[in-house]
């Protein structure tokens, strides 16, 4: 996945932070800088499972991001504004 967005030229970030009244962290795998805002991604090798962190980042930062994109086995979708994107699919949408 790395290897993916990092071959379209861009710069990749991770972000973590602790979650209240836990040992939990939360974390968003890849951070890539669209203009003024970024574009998160999640990745889920195994399928879609669980994905609160993607979904707390962009409440957490709405004003920031611009798109978030779940990558997963599974087809194209959408759940609410995360979109569900398969991972073949990478090098044209972090372009």
């Known amino acids: 996945m790395a290897q993916m967005i990092a071959a379209t030229g861009r710069e990749l970030y991770y972000h973590t932070w602790e979650t209240k ?4 962290y939360y974390e968003v795998n890849f951070l890539i800088s ?3 805002k970024v574009n998160a991604f999640e990745i889920k090798p ?3 499972g669980k994905y609160e962190s993607i979904n707390e ?3 957490k930062y709405s ?3 611009n798109m978030a994109y779940l990558i997963s086995q599974k087809d194209v979708g959408t759940d609410g504004s995360l979109l569900l994107k398969p991972f073949y699919l990478v090098p044209f949408i972090s372009v």
């Open 21 to 24: 009244d836990s040992t939990h």
């Open 57 to 59: 980042f962009c409440r």
């Open 63 to 65: 004003k920031n991001v």
């Open 46 to 48: 195994s399928g879609l």
């Open 34 to 36: 669209d203009k003024s």
